[in-house]
């Protein structure tokens, strides 16, 4: 995949296992770094919480060198970082309120939203949005605070209900939500209940009402005609039980990495593909052009997107393998390297989306955002070409209301150089030079078993994707051996 990258002033949130041992090799062309596997293997150390004074973002030219910038200080949206969990002294009373409370049923994708709220990703939201939040999201693509100032929040949070469900809240004031499974979650207070315009939601957060959007299909299309908006209590952490729950850093434990590992600059970098060397080079890159303008430790934050994806981008548990490889043989350094997981789900709604995803790393900390060419992008459903401008995601960045502590760094398209046989920065003057091999080629490549040029991804991760692909295939064929016979 080729990518156009821009860096940006944000506030990110991610949170890694910090114990990995490093040791570094240099070579004539490349400084790599060694290290033992981190992939279901290290446990979140202890994180330490740090008290320094305010300090705000200061000019290269007037940082003190000896003064330690924390990252953490930079403030979420807000003010404060939102937390909505339930103390451990009050839940048996809150459990207690719930069960005489009407219930309402969480889909999968509403647990996810359920974890975004409340830990802070969407501060200063402090519930799913009643409607005249609904209708600034919607319409303006930020919030406006009771101090006139305003705040991004480019895609709408909600909570759909149906007909019957409506009709069982009555007149309540206050519902309990309850996972897929039917345990207790969270609790729902001071309601309003507002009706779920559906086509107008899908037009504006998508730009298009066409069939196949896939989060539409699996989230919107299907769901009631009400959408219920309250403030939100999380009866306890939310847990998937997975393996992976110890990736799952919110805000708050990211700030305190951050803090930990005295970082000056923090830069995100979102993904939910696996890792190649393309987005190697513009990460290290990235980290080199930070040393350059006179930051001392600035820390990369890997940070896969979590929760729901289309049916045919790799799994969660794949990717996190993949990634832990591409720590493994030395392309990223997992000293400077923080990897966790962004619980939210995947929208695929392009420049609308591509701002969430830079506010909810904001508020996590990082202050350095990096986005790709066509960032939340995906091929149209009905037509042959791209949904969006793939250079509308960097350039709505730039602009967008809310998001002025974003400070761009433009980044040229990284491609593969069939000369040189490695992933480079394309030249347009030796363009037929150049390979772009997309998210959609790659899969191609490891579903068929087919190997990708040398220097396109390190061998560790591409194998992974190999042994996913080669099991998909197994799990295929009793079944068409069954259809044939």
């Known amino acids: 995949m080729s990518l156009t990258i821009k860096l ?79 103390p451990e002294g009050k839940r048996a009373e809150r459990i207690a309120a719930a069960e005489k409370m009407p219930k309402v049923k969480l889909t999968k994708i509403d647990l996810e ?29 930020c919030l406006r605070m009771k101090d006139g100032s305003f705040v991004n929040m480019s895609l709408p949070i909600v909570l759909a209900v149906d007909d019957g469900v409506k009709e069982e809240i009555g007149g309540s004031d206050s519902v309990a939500l309850v996972g897929p499974g039917g345990d207790l979650v969270a609790i729902l207070t001071s309601i309003e209940i507002f009706k779920h315009n559906k086509e107008e939601r899908i037009a504006r957060t998508w730009g298009t009402t066409a069939p196949g959007l896939p989060y539409v299909d699996e989230a919107i299309a299907q769901t009631g005609n009400w959408l219920v908006g309250g403030d939100l209590e999380v009866i306890n952490p939310i847990k998937y039980n997975d393996g992976l729950d110890n990736y799952r850093l919110s805000p708050k434990q990211l700030r305190e990495e951050f803090d930990k590992r005295e970082a000056d600059a923090v830069f995100a970098f979102q993904l939910r593909n696996p890792v190649h060397n393309g ?96 960032p939340a992008g995906m091929a149209h459903p009905t037509e042959k070409r791209d949904l969006y401008d793939p250079d509308h995601g960097k350039k709505v960045l730039s602009m967008a209301p809310g998001l002025e502590k974003l400070n761009i760094l433009p980044f040229r398209v990284a491609a593969y150089d069939t000369v040189a046989k490695k992933m480079a920065f394309f030249e347009p003057s030796r363009a037929k030079d150049f390979l772009f091999i997309s998210g959609t080629k790659m899969r191609t490549y490891a579903r068929t078993g087919e190997n990708p040029p040398d220097g396109f991804m390190c061998p560790g991760g591409w194998q992974v994707l190999v042994k996913y692909y080669e099991s998909l295939q197994a799990e295929d064929s009793p079944t068409k051996q069954t259809v044939n016979a």
């Open 8 to 86: 940006q002033h944000v506030v990110n949130n991610t949170h890694v296992n910090p114990t990995t041992a490093t040791a570094i090799k240099k070579t004539r062309s490349a400084t790599q770094f060694h290290s033992r596997p981190i992939y279901h293997t290290n446990p979140l150390s202890p994180l330490a919480l740090t008290r320094t004074r305010k300090i705000q973002s200061l000019p290269t030219s007037s940082r003190n060198p000896k003064m330690v910038v924390k990252s953490s200080l930079i403030d979420p949206d807000g003010g404060s970082l939102v937390d909505l969990a339930v």
């Open 113 to 141: 939203w359920v974890h975004v709220i409340g830990e802070g990703w969407a501060s200063p939201l402090k519930g799913f949005m009643r409607e005249d939040e609904y209708l600034q999201s919607l319409h303006f693509n």
């Open 279 to 374: 987005h190697a080079l513009l990460m290290n890159d990235t980290r080199k052009r930070l040393l350059d303008m006179g930051y001392k430790n600035p820390i990369l934050l890997l940070h896969p997107l979590g929760g729901f994806t289309k049916a045919d981008d790799v799994p969660l548990d794949v990717r996190m393998e993949q990634h832990s490889k591409v720590l493994e043989d030395g392309i990223l350094d997992p000293e400077t390297t923080i990897v966790a997981i962004f619980p939210s789900p995947m929208l695929y709604a392009g420049p609308t989306e591509v701002q969430w995803h830079a506010k909810a790393r904001l508020n996590a900390g990082a202050n350095f955002y990096i986005v790709g060419r066509d």
